[in-house]
DNA sequence: CTCGGTTTGTTCTCGCGTTCACAAACTCCT
DNA sequence: AGGAGTTTGTGAACGCGAGAACAAACCGAG
């Protein structure tokens, strides 16, 4: 056991053993939950007050949380305010993440507007697009920029995250010049597979793979009845 | 096996074997691999052309595949627009979907301009807004009307699938009218749970948490470095 | 017709994620 | 202090999905 010792603190001083992926992706939620608990004044919360909220089941939660460490009290509950911050930490939402959106059409300007970003921690710090005559707009309060700027915004802001919605068939040049300049993560909206090194993180989102999703359970509730 | 033929043909006359849920996910991306092979003029393509176009392992490709049908060659490799046919025929994407979106705001007037839904097999047939200001706009060559025009539409243009893309506090009480007017698959922009009966499905798209995933890397990067 | 080369469809194994179930730990009341 | 009632944290069982590996099937050449 004692030898295992620098296995488990290899990786960071603080916390940060590695934490399972489908966790991950449910700790955002429990956030989101936990904040919507607080502000109706809720101080304390149980696992199976907060899976409700979250929409889990509440041992999944529990085993979730147990990544994290104890931040629970036994025969009470959470505190909402602490593990809320807990959680906001072991995300990396405590901090500022500067992001670059590239391709301000009918999707970016959304992007642009959305104002959940802000208030998690995301700021948008420039709005690329190629078209010139886009240069002149500005769109939620951030002038439209050239996409040849992307170079010197990344080195200025120290972007980390890059969010692309331009057409599919620009997607893959946009992503390797998002790469080139030293952004290490990319959420695309754009249809198409993107290669990138292993270093680069991507998540994609797909409205229509989801639409189509339905359609085919859709499909075979008809097939039922 | 002669036996069994019973029990493979008892769910459905056509096909319609139960796909496991990581499967069906996947066809869609397949779906669009297949569209792209086929519009460069490749007429025939094996499991590991596909698999590269769709950014997946091959043999996961054949896996998924087999779940279908024996819709390959040995040897020869698989017909490409015969492939896409037998995929789109098993997603449901070969009939029309209609659609309505309720809330037009950012994000829901960029769903009405968005132009892959019509060329899926999704037909917007209305937009629905709460606000009166905004039934004087037309979106995308479709008026917004009044929200309480749902019922009426959904059973005119028998809908089965809705689109909510409004605020999170509207959302729930959106979803329940439509589930109250027959509607039984719902795609949720909104960053909220949803409490629907067991036969409606939902499915969400939640930008900000795509983001705090990435977030989550990013920093594990940086404390690693 | 046979044989070598190619590619599919499927079997098998492994690892991850979900869920159950329960001991440990805490509070509150008597 | 002690016991009843609650709730957490986790060990263990289970099921599903990923990937490797291979036999079956097909093509074409000779
Ligand atoms: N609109 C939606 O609701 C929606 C939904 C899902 C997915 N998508 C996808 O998101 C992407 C954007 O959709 P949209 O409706 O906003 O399209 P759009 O045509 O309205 O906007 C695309 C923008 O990208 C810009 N652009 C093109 N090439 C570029 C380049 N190389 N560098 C920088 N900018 C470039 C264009 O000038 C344009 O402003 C598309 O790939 C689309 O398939 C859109
Ligand atoms: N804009 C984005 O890029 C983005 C991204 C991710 C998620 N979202 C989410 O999508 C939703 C919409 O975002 P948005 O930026 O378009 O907001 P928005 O405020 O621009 O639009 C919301 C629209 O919904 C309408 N509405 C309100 N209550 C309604 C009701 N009960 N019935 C029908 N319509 C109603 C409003 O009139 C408005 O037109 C929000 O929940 C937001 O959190 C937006």
Redesign the interface.
């Known amino acids: 056991m004692e030898t295992r010792h620098a296995v488990t603190a290899r990786?960071?001083p603080e916390s940060?053993r590695d934490i399972p992926e489908a966790t991950?992706?449910r700790?955002?939620?429990y956030?989101?939950?936990l904040t919507t608990l607080s502000e109706q004044g809720t101080s304390t919360c149980s696992s199976e007050e907060l899976a409700a909220?979250?929409?889990v089941n509440s041992a999944k939660l529990r085993k979730d949380l147990s990544y994290l460490g104890s931040y629970g009290t036994r025969g009470v509950g959470y505190d909402t305010d602490y593990l809320r911050y807990q959680i906001a930490r072991?995300?990396?939402?405590t901090?500022d993440?500067p992001?670059v959106i590239v391709g301000i059409g009918?999707?970016g300007?959304?992007?642009a507007?959305?104002s959940?970003?802000r208030s998690?921690?995301?700021r948008v710090v420039a709005l690329l697009d190629a078209d010139p005559a886009r240069h002149e707009e500005v769109v939620a309060g951030i002038d439209v920029r050239p996409f040849d700027h992307l170079e010197q915004i990344v080195r200025d802001h120290a972007v980390?995250?890059g969010v692309i919605a331009t057409p599919a068939l620009a997607a893959q040049d946009v992503a390797d010049r998002m790469v080139a300049c030293g952004i290490?993560?990319?959420?695309n909206f754009a249809?198409t597979?993107l290669n990138v090194p292993d270093?680069v993180?991507v998540?994609k989102?797909?409205?229509?793979?989801?639409?189509?999703?339905?359609?085919?359970?859709?499909?075979?509730?008809a097939?039922?009845a």
Do not use: C, M
């Open positions: 990786t960071s940060a991950v992706a700790l955002p939620i956030l989101r939950a909220a979250a929409g072991e995300i990396g939402v901090q993440w992001v009918n999707l300007q959304a992007l507007n959305y959940g970003f998690r921690g995301f980390a995250i290490t993560s990319i959420l249809p597979v270093q993180d998540r989102v797909d409205l229509s793979i989801e639409l189509q999703i339905l359609a085919y359970h859709e499909q075979r509730k097939a039922s």
